[in-house]
């Protein structure tokens, strides 16, 4: 029910014609291209060079880019997608229909998110090797799909409806393509999308975001982020204010680009162990943490008391976060102190704001007086 809810979204505004639209009937075979790399900006230079004018006033649009492109400088974007997407937890691909991939004048593209999910393919044509799908800006013949994409580092991909989709294929020379896709997300499911992924984050190993939270986690603290504080956040609501309204309805424009090699049944990756690929592989005890990789939060699988960060492996389960334990784990800023304990941390012990430490001083880069501090570097003075 829920992806048929998502889907109907995708077909509003896909009805009507325009003169330069392409509609078919679309002939030749049928070829399948697996989803091999995914590349999100992480610059705002990248966002801008990935956008493109969705609604016809001459501006390029990524909304969404610019968004992640603030995330990734905050270090809480994952530059693990092929690992991700290699251990099949993105299994996205696209099928053309065409006669002639240098030139045909009626040609078909469908991206689909994942095996079974529905998907709105796009009319276009291939011009000397180069296919330019119906342009957002002027067609009311459009694709849509529901992407699957890479984005916060410790959580899953996020699963977003995008609609008015359009899509630019470039040869790779070596068979394949790299595809700019651009489209719209409704406002709604790109909030939600964030939100989810943000919890997800934070629980998974929260030692690692302790100052993200705190840019939501409002008085008195919690040590969680509820729906509430994240919709209603001054930032959020900045940041993810639509700027593009296709069929008169709020979203956030979206800029990506994706690498397709030919695979005629979709699934021809091979997956490699990684510390950042989403699932359970190599000698993990839990998903990316245990074993060679990260120390697992508390709660989690393990074999050895050397799986978790918490220092401790009772029945399988890693042990409870404690701020008497010795090691540093749960939001705490240094092993037992900081302002998650209520133990003020000593001079030289790491901190991210400035009651974390006895000194009320937070060192370099971080400013004492500022609410949040960066992740890179800081120690109490």
Request: proline fraction near 4%.
């Amino acid at each position: 029910m829920r992806r048929q809810i998502l889907f109907s979204l995708l077909l509003v505004g896909c009805a009507g014609n325009a003169n330069d639209d392409v509609v078919g009937p679309y002939t030749g075979e049928i070829r399948r291209f697996v989803v091999d790399d995914i590349t999100l900006p992480q610059t705002v230079t990248q966002a801008k060079e990935l956008a493109a004018d969705l609604n016809g006033d001459d501006a390029a649009d990524n909304q969404l880019g610019q968004v992640i492109s603030t995330l990734a400088q905050m270090g809480n974007v994952t530059s693990h997608a092929k690992d991700i997407i290699a251990a099949g937890q993105i299994t996205s691909f696209v099928e053309i229909v065409a006669n002639d991939f240098g030139n045909d004048e009626t040609v078909s593209v469908k991206l689909v998110g994942a095996v079974g999910e529905d998907a709105i393919a796009t009319g276009g044509r291939f011009v000397d090797g180069h296919y330019t799908s119906n342009r957002t800006a002027s067609s009311k013949i459009l694709g849509g799909a529901t992407l699957h994409l890479p984005v916060f580092v410790d959580a899953d991909p996020s699963v977003v409806p995008v609609v008015g989709l359009e899509i630019l294929l470039e040869p790779d020379g070596s068979g394949g393509f790299y595809a700019s896709v651009h489209g719209a997300v409704p406002h709604p499911h790109a909030i939600e999308m964030a939100y989810l992924a943000t919890a997800q984050m934070i629980s998974t190993y929260p030692s690692e975001h302790i100052g993200f939270l705190g840019l939501f986690d409002s008085y008195p603290r919690d040590w969680m982020v509820s729906h509430d504080e994240f919709t209603r956040n001054s930032l959020i609501l900045a940041l993810m204010a639509p700027d593009i309204r296709p069929s008169g309805k709020d979203a956030l424009s979206l800029g990506v680009r994706m690498h397709l090699s030919p695979c005629a049944d979709g699934t021809c990756l091979a997956s490699t162990s990684s510390c950042f690929n989403r699932v359970q592989d190599g000698d993990e005890t839990d998903i990316d943490c245990g074993g060679s990789c990260h120390g697992c939060v508390e709660g989690s699988m393990c074999n050895v008391a050397g799986d978790c960060e918490t220092a401790g492996c009772t029945g399988g389960s890693c042990d409870a976060a404690s701020c008497t334990n010795g090691v540093r784990d749960s939001f705490e800023s240094d092993a037992d102190c900081g302002r998650y304990c209520g133990t003020k941390c000593a001079p030289g012990k790491r901190c991210y704001y400035a009651d974390d430490c006895a000194s009320g001083m937070c060192g370099m880069p971080c400013d004492p007086d500022s609410y949040w501090c960066s992740n890179d570097y800081e120690t109490c003075q």
